[in-house]
């Protein structure tokens, strides 16, 4: 390829790009590449060029000036184009009319501009008028045209142009834009000519090169537009690498009734299964569909309407799954019957079409399992991971008549919370911590900052493909479109539906998953596993070197866990065991304690909570590892906060009450109160300062574990010392709980499977690693903990604080609480793991922090070698499947 | 040497060890070194034999049981001994009497026991009393061995012979003991006899050689006693060591008044004079002198008194100090006029006096400047450095008539503090942060935890070299003893003197400089240099390669940091400038601000204060670079806290009276309230958050330089941003920076001098020294955060709380926070150099923590090859100092 070259019709760049996809996708954009690779599987494609988009970043230096020679270059391939089709731009008899759109390297639906129908002025509406035989059609091009390049390019805002539509519609009592007839389209155009003068001290355009020129200097503009810009960044598009634009000869799907346009998937992209799916308009333009303004048939009632179109397109869909092994979205027009592509990409889809698909393509042998295995974003299987409404709430909500309407299923999940009608408002709330259901007509992309935050999104317009539908499945968040039944009064904020008025606030729930819209909150409960997900997630597991266990504290942790996959719990935190209502006062009382044998005495109450807690989980878990933390947080977590103590001391005072009990509550808190909570009493500090605690919890641990050998139950126990910064804490420690676990199992004549380890969770436990494995057979990264004291970030004042800044200045590209920071945190962890291992070769090192459940991170910890990884129940299929993914990366690497 | 010999004789040893005093001290400790070492000179020792350490240590694993055949040994030493005298251990007309004294590898004066006069018995008595022609002296010395050997190796408690003496002594109106007659003398010893009886059930041992066995093993036993340990413990002296055994000749203080017993100094202790300094009794033995029983004479007196003896030791001294080229601390005893050595060891000195013996020694050549150097222990220059009182204060009290009485100036500095008469309420009181000064009319071994804690001691009995004096002295802290005009009531709790009562708890003042005590507080002021110490840090700073900053936030400390020698400020802290009264308002009413322009306006304000800050410290440290670390605290820390402002509105709300006010205050401490405040909005952070106050403080650091610029004044800036974690904070802030900089000396028209830098205070600071070195022209470790952040230790909490049991139980070794942690935040810092240097070669490196003033850490320092270490004002000399003790370590291992 000559880098040079500014321009590349469609047909001669997969050559000149010798099919290197990846080059051709940079050069040309996503869009471009698709329609070039189109063309090379001999789909029909109306013929076209792509300016590159390093024209754009150019463009973008330059002060905003085309590159010279590039209209010239362009001018000479448009030439190629109209002496194929034997139409010539700007010509009276017989002009080509030209699409203008963007098209980046990334996908970016929406975000920018595109004007269609472009070459129409007062002299070229007669030729094509001629040439079609179709005035009405000719004048509704031209009406838009004008409309969007009007709008696009001139800069004059939408709602000018709808007034005068609206008011011309009204006047001749036209339901749709196709109900307009030929008169009023001409008045139309008139005015909308009057609007063009007015708000540009200008005529509109008539020179076509000129309005070519323009066209594509507003896309590359529309590049830098706020909202492109706001997409890019959440979804972590570099800002330099500009936007192709394709120019590309317009056919019409607004030619009548033997016309149409529609956009399609290979494979239903809700459920993944292989069935067409998509929806279409009859005499329309493409931007009628995606716009959500008229609401589309869906593709199956294609084949009533045009038979022969319809089978054009089925034909066309096994070409492309074969030619690209996935599923695809596609654009296309039928004019006067017959069938031309305008786009194509990789569907988007939910994680469940996802998986689904990755594990049909394999099965049909047309993608390997390891493909079928790096198909799937792990990440995305949060989405399919969403909870859904438990059906017995559900149905008794129904039944109670609290069912308001019924809408399209967009994306599926289940969500509650407080009508908002506003996405400023919506963004407002959710920083609050509100829970808010965002409820539109519907949306443009103005206004994803309000979907991003909101638990999910409801639109009384669109259809299945607009803009809530699309962004919201995207997002993994519920969304029900086109919920027509719903009148939407903005200025009163009210919602109203078959009798009901809701008003702001007032709560919602939708189920995403079917469509159904209801009053008031309903209980949720998490998903399931499909068929498709335990198949993948069992060819990830033949895959994968990391073994994944899961953080659980409960019994019902514990068997989610399992239904997960989960080979052991690797993180059984023991004090919210103590947070239970009847055990709390117990606590309390242990800490407001002043000797040791008080605190013992109140223990033994303690002692049966806790050993039933370990019976429970080890039934569960049994033959499997259960790795046991030991109480970790400060002891004032048990008590009222100081200023809350302080101000109820304050008031039975101010009313002469008796706080004599208050205030010995008082003085325990302040003497326990902690400048530093994070880095204070806490952890192993605990069980060095009062043993008896510690002691207490491995009695209970070995009484448990004896009483179900007893029982032919067999319990592998980890115990987890917390926050060890120095070799003697874990010697001291472990050397006082291996005398009670002795003793214990001593008493019940019982031998149980045990190992002491410790978390690695402070920088000084992964300096002092070598020194540390003398005395642990097992190492946990506690990234949480371990991310606070390498960056110095208190979570709990961080992340709500400085923190959002230092990611939207990017001075930090990850929140590290999120992805685990490799080059400080993860240097810690490479020293803590050679040291650790040289010291002692079987030991077993893993993470239990959140970052165990990140796909990210998940590789980091398999690059590093570590023996497993630890997460919440939930994110267990997502390790699995990202450690398997880790794998294949590096074999692929190591090729 | 035969490692299997238990017992040496002092006159065979030196040849036996081949004069290897370093294991010659291992082996016969302390005592029994010195004791050869003298033989081996040629001074006057009474012959004896030393028992090792190791004995000690088998006896200790042997439960209490002496090794087989020692006492065979022993016995076949004494043979020589008793030949070479012509007396016998035991012999009823010749008989030879001994001393059994412990004698450890490291000093620890009066922790052990010792029991003299060992060998009487009623039979015994009869011969010494002929072979002396003194029954006097020989009942004398009955009384002493029975009264000693009950007390010590038959445990009866003092207070019960004391009870009988004290008894006998009123009946016959003796002043004193050397009053009581021969009679007196016979009913004391039989009562004594009595006691033994009813104490222990038996008969007092008559056997001699039994009487030396049990001797032996009290002394043994003596090494685990509760004070002995405790010592150990303060004096970081191993437990595993023991206590050597010497077993030598008699000789008799007490024989009559051409008698007498002493302790000397071969040059003062206190001042380093080059003049004999000690005190002494006639007629006495030694423990007489050294347990304050009787106040001793000066030693110039023994001219007077006994003037051939006199000379005799002034001889000594010479061959002493020649011998050992170092000052000697020696026990003697003067018998019937001749001159007996019976101790010698190194002098315990004041730091003023270690220094001007050092430099004496030096200059009159007996030593090198190097070995001058290594003779000064850096952390003694602490107790040099005390705090004097200010002359006019103390003047004005004198004045004023509150000085009460003047005692022995035992140990210098200034302190006042409540007066508090019982040790364990000296400690209870201290630990609440209370100043106290611990009176008591003589200290005891058992005393010493209430004199750690103390501001100062002051005690009514006892000498210079009485336990108080010693004991104070070693800890650098002031001490009057002897003070013998204070009544003290310890049961009515007052001290009195002429005609003043005080209580416990007023406050008094005492000055260990002059022995003056003054009723209430007087105002006391920093120490000055001394001409001996000016000449050693010279010589120092020949050798050191560190150089040595100082940390100093106002023109004071400056000027005083100037004095001390500092080549510059390495930490001048922004946030006390703004603690002042006229300024903390404006400072507050910023942080109330709500809007950057708000916050903008009220900066100004705040603009000419700093700037006249910079220009003092400027112009006093001009040619010098200065470090200016820009606001680091929390912005809360200017703020009341939360706890105290509810409380406030609270009470207000209570009262029903107006708290608008206060409640906005409340709001603003609520909203900027962390759970961690060490780990949240503080350092570089809030320069990011709020870049406005940076620029301020830049802004007022520049015009202060160019305005100086102007007068000639030439500045070295180095700006230092802290609480860096990430490369791109660094970049981010020194760009807004460096801009204000540029454009305050554009408006100046002036180029000033300076340098952008960072505290590496974050361990992923440390860790990412390189990308961070980018941008740094300097690195400051910031040790005291480095470690919080590193072993999660809050040092608020940490220190008064789990950190003591923590060291308690040698967890760890040493506070952390005191002395660097080489192992973990050590490495940490490697790390840093290495990868600092690596990506700038020129980086220059520093540590501004308080560690930089702590011996142990600059040395660590000095090998990490670090430029420069900053410290307090105070510890400059300490630095300076330690940081030639350094490389004289490294050239030492090196060679």
Redesign the interface.
């Known amino acids: 390829m000559n880098t040079n070259q500014k321009v590349y019709l469609f047909s001669e760049a997969f050559t000149m790009f010798a099919g290197n996809d990846l080059l051709m996708r940079e050069y040309l954009g996503g869009k471009g590449t698709g329609l070039v690779q189109m063309v090379n599987a001999g789909l029909n494609v109306p013929p076209g060029l792509t300016i590159t988009t390093k024209v754009c970043t150019e463009y973008e230096s330059n002060k905003n000036k085309l590159p010279p020679g590039l209209l010239e270059e362009i001018f000479n391939k448009l030439f190629v184009i109209e002496k194929g089709l034997g139409k010539k731009l700007g010509d009276k008899t017989n002009p080509l009319l030209v699409s203008v759109r963007s098209g980046a390297k990334f996908s970016m639906p929406g975000m920018m501009d595109t004007v269609l129908n472009l070459g129409l002025n007062d002299e070229t509406i007669a030729g094509l008028s001629k040439a079609t035989s179709n005035e009405r059609f000719t004048l509704d091009s031209y009406r838009r045209f004008i409309q969007m390049f009007g709008n696009v390019v001139l800069e004059i805002s939408k709602e000018n142009f709808e007034k005068i539509l609206d008011n011309f519609k009204e006047k001749v009592k036209a339901k749709s834009d196709a109900d307009l007839d030929i008169n009023t389209l001409k008045d139309i155009i008139t005015e909308f000519k009057v609007l063009v003068q007015e708000k540009t001290k200008n005529e509109f355009p008539t020179d076509v090169k000129k309005q070519l020129e323009l066209a594509i200097e507003a896309v590359f503009k529309s590049w830098n537009n706020p909202r492109a810009k706001y997409y890019r960044k959440i979804n972590k598009i570099p800002d330099n690498i500009g936007t192709a634009v394709n120019i590309q000869a317009m056919v019409f799907g607004n030619m009548g009734n033997d016309s149409g346009t529609g956009v399609a998937f290979t494979r239903n992209p809700s459920t993944g299964e292989n069935e067409l799916f998509g929806e279409y308009l009859l005499n329309a333009q493409g931007e009628d569909v995606v716009s959500g303004v008229r609401t589309p048939n869906k593709i199956t009632k294609l084949k009533e309407d045009l038979p022969n179109a319809y089978k054009q397109l089925a034909e066309c869909i096994n070409k492309l799954e074969s030619y690209y092994k996935d599923t695809q979205d596609i654009e296309f027009t039928v004019e006067k019957g017959r069938l031309w592509l305008l786009q194509t990409r990789s569907a988007k889809r939910t994680s469940q079409a996802a998986i689904k698909i990755a594990v049909d393509l394999a099965e049909s042998k047309l993608i390997t399992k390891e493909e079928a295995i790096t198909r799937v974003d792990p990440v995305t299987l949060n989405q399919f991971l969403l909870k859904s409404f438990n059906p017995i709430a559900k149905e008794r909500a129904q039944r109670e008549g609290k069912l308001l309407a019924i809408g399209l299923n967009a994306s599926p999940g289940a969500a509650s919370g407080k009508i908002v009608f506003d996405p400023d408002e919506s963004e407002k709330l959710c920083s609050t911590g509100e829970k808010v259901i965002l409820v539109r007509v519907e949306t443009c992309p103005d206004d994803i900052h309000g979907m991003v935050p909101a638990q999910g999104v409801l639109t009384s317009r669109g259809g299945m493909t607009s803009h809530a539908a699309v962004v919201a499945r995207g997002m993994g968040k519920p969304c029900i479109a086109g919920c027509e039944t719903l009148k939407i009064d903005l200025e009163k904020e009210t919602v109203s539906t078959n009798g009901h008025i809701l008003k702001k606030g007032d709560l919602i729930s939708i189920d995403g998953s079917t469509g159904q819209v209801f009053m008031g909150s309903i209980e949720a409960q998490e998903p399931k596993m499909t068929r498709e997900l335990k198949i993948l997630l069992d060819w990830a597991d033949t895959i994968r070197k990391l073994d994944v266990r899961a953080n659980a504290d409960t019994p019902n942790d514990a068997k989610t866990a399992l239904e997960f996959g989960a080979c052991g719990i690797g993180l059984c935190r023991t004090e919210h065991m103590f947070m239970q209502q009847e055990r709390l006062p117990w606590i309390q009382k242990m800490i407001m304690s002043n000797t040791t044998s008080e605190r013992e005495e109140t223990l033994k109450h303690l002692l049966p909570f806790q050993k039933q807690d370990f019976k429970d989980i080890f039934t569960i878990m049994q033959d499997k590892p259960v790795t046991i933390r030991l109480l970790d947080p400060p002891l004032h977590e048990f008590l009222p906060k100081?200023?809350e103590m302080?101000?109820i001391v304050?008031?039975l005072?101010?009313k002469k009450k008796d706080s004599s009990k208050e205030e010995s509550v008082l003085t325990k808190v302040r003497q326990l109160h902690?400048?530093?909570?994070?880095?204070?009493?806490r952890g192993c500090?605990l069980g060095?300062?009062y043993p008896e605690i510690n002691k207490m919890q491995v009695q209970a641990i070995f009484e448990a574990a004896c009483e179900l050998k007893k029982e032919n139950v067999n319990v592998l126990i980890e115990i987890m010392i917390p926050?060890i910064?120095?070799a003697?804490?874990l010697k001291?420690v472990k050397e006082q709980l291996e005398s009670t676990a002795k003793n214990t199992m001593q008493k019940y004549g019982e031998q149980v499977n045990y190992k002491f380890g410790t978390m690695i969770e402070?920088?000084?436990a992964a300096?002092?690693a070598y020194?540390i494995a003398e005395h642990a057979e097992f190492f946990s990264f506690g990234t949480n903990?371990l991310t606070?004291?390498?960056?110095?970030?208190?979570r709990?004042?961080?992340e709500g604080?400085?923190l959002l800044?230092?990611l939207q200045?990017?001075?930090?590209n990850d929140n590290p609480f999120e992805i685990l920071?490799e080059?400080?945190?993860g240097?810690?962890m490479k020293l803590a793991v050679e040291d650790g291992r040289r010291q002692r070769k079987d030991l077993k090192i893993g993470i239990c922090g959140e970052h165990g459940g990140e796909p990210r991170s998940i590789s980091f910890a398999n690059s590093l070698g570590l023996n497993y990884i630890s997460c919440s129940p939930y994110r267990i299929p997502i390790a699995r499947l990202a450690a398997a993914q880790a794998c294949l990366k590096t074999q692929e690497r190591d090729k």
Do not use: H, W
Request: one cysteine or more; a negative charge.
């Open positions: 100081l200023d302080v101000a304050s008031d005072k101010c902690e400048v530093n909570p994070m880095m204070g009493l500090r060095i300062s926050l910064v120095e003697k804490e001291t402070v920088p000084r300096l002092t020194e903990d606070q004291m390498t960056f110095a970030f208190s709990d004042d961080a604080g400085f800044k230092y200045d990017k001075i930090l920071d080059t400080g945190v240097r810690l």
